[in-house]
């Protein structure tokens, strides 16, 4: 994406009869909002390109939207209504946001916008009295550019040598498994490479260099709080692992990597785990997706283009009784808030009873909220619930990274939709909103679990 410039349709409707006041008066108005709303735009949102339309009919919408057949998605403000012309333009179901004018547009604005989120088109909105604030305007112009910004991303998948051949051929009998990767390019067109393991080992793993790797490996163990992985050469291997990840993203252009770890140390086919390498990789501006979760690279990207903060795999584990959930893994990010610096200490650790090697336990401090985030593509359904850390447990059973919170746990776990899967996408702070509106506009169906 270096180099890419988002470009955002900016659509004023702006008939001249309607609500805020006779035609002459009303073209001055929209004038004095429409100038100040560009200024602000200006001013917050320097990066993007905006292209204006000011919709008095029918027929400038449709000459509007055709001009911008290809946006990612439209920025509508609704400055004044009666004439109905918000209700054609929600019908077109393309991504919406919708910024109302409060005395203006509220005719046409509660009319539709309730009726088009309960029908799941996609669509948020928001009304006020101050359309041009630039703090507003940032926010919901960020919407927008995540769409543009999943458009243009590319993504690695490494996989074992059969899985290529599947997931090549979507073969019937495992489209179960192997169909992801299509719903992952229709829901966020967002292109994507597989490469199998003997091509991986041949052209990047096995040509790194040993005195690179061997400076990578002592700079985690020198900068880690504690080494508890007596193997050095484990964490040799994932240093190798690691550089070679990164050559291979950076040469096939890709800006997020999954690694279906398990399978390939596990049949032999790679001989090193990858979560030192994913812990690196953020400050490399590389998405790090565990076990090739295809569902998860999604949810990951989202936090990242939309709220600049790196989430993270979880295996989310149930105690009913004292009301906690436990996200497990052997991998979490050293900086989740996004930051080009470590913003929590790490520890080196073997995991699973000892046998899971090189794994990566982050102290993160209790008092925080989490946002927990899960995908069904069959379902087009976003799951999300929210809960309160609490504390870290140590134990040699498990993943290595036990994150210990607070939740109502006994309505996610009847909540649970089967296939949104086991993982879920742990982010650090209170985003349930941001994901909500990212869901509308996807047209994607919300089950808040813990609700």
């Not at 073969?171 to 994507?192: E, F, H, I, N, R």
Request: hydrophobic residues 40%; proline residues 4%.
């Amino acid at each position: 994406m270096v180099g890419h410039s988002t470009r955002i349709p900016v659509l004023f409707i702006v008939n001249p009869e309607g609500a805020i006041g006779g035609p002459h008066a009303a073209v001055e108005w929209f004038d004095r909002v429409t100038n100040s709303i560009k200024n602000s735009l200006k001013e917050c949102c320097g990066e993007v390109e905006f292209s204006y339309y000011y919709v008095r009919d029918v027929s400038d919408l449709r000459e509007a939207i055709s001009r911008e057949a290809s946006a990612p998605g439209y920025l509508v403000f609704v400055l004044n209504c009666i004439s109905g012309l918000l209700k054609p333009l929600i019908e077109l179901r393309k991504p919406l946001v919708l910024i109302n004018e409060t005395y203006g547009g509220s005719g046409d604005y509660v009319l539709e916008y309730g009726e088009a989120v309960e029908k799941g088109y996609p669509v948020i909105g928001v009304s006020t009295r101050e359309p041009h604030d630039p703090v507003l305007l940032r926010r919901m112009v960020q919407y927008i550019a995540l769409l543009d910004k999943m458009r243009e991303a590319r993504l690695l998948f490494i996989v074992p040598k059969a899985a290529k051949y599947y997931l090549s051929l979507e073969y019937p009998l495992s489209v179960d498994v192997y169909g992801l990767l299509k719903q992952l390019a229709g829901l966020t067109g967002a292109s994507y490479i597989v490469m199998d393991s003997s091509e991986f080992r041949e052209h990047y793993y096995n040509r790194v260099n040993q005195a690179e790797a061997e400076e990578v490996a002592k700079k985690w163990i020198m900068e880690s709080s504690s080494n508890f992985e007596k193997e050095y050469g484990e964490i040799l291997r994932s240093a190798r692992l690691y550089l070679a990840i990164k050559r291979a993203a950076e040469e096939r252009k890709a800006n997020i990597v999954a690694l279906d770890c398990i399978v390939l140390r596990n049949t032999g086919e790679l001989d090193a785990w990858p979560c030192l390498a994913y812990m690196q990789l953020w400050y490399d501006g590389i998405i790090p997706v565990c076990e090739a979760d295809v569902s998860s690279a999604i949810i990951l990207m989202i936090g990242k283009y939309l709220l600049n903060v790196n989430g993270f795999i979880t295996d989310p584990a149930v105690d009913e009784l004292k009301s906690e959930i436990v996200y497990y893994h052997c991998y979490a990010p050293t900086n989740p808030l996004g930051g080009v610096k470590q913003e929590y200490p790490y520890v080196i650790t073997p995991a699973h009873l000892g046998e899971k090697k090189a794994s990566l336990r982050v102290l993160f401090k209790p008092g925080v909220k989490i946002t927990a985030v899960g995908l069904s593509l069959d379902e087009k359904t976003l799951t999300i619930h929210t809960s309160e850390l609490v504390g870290l447990e140590e134990s040699i059973y498990a993943c290595s990274n036990k994150l210990v919170a607070k939740a109502n746990v006994c309505r996610i776990v009847l909540n649970w939709r089967r296939r949104s899967g086991w993982h879920r996408v742990v982010f650090l702070g209170d985003y349930r909103d941001e994901f909500i509106n990212v869901a509308r506009l996807m047209g994607l169906r919300v089950v808040e679990e813990d609700k």
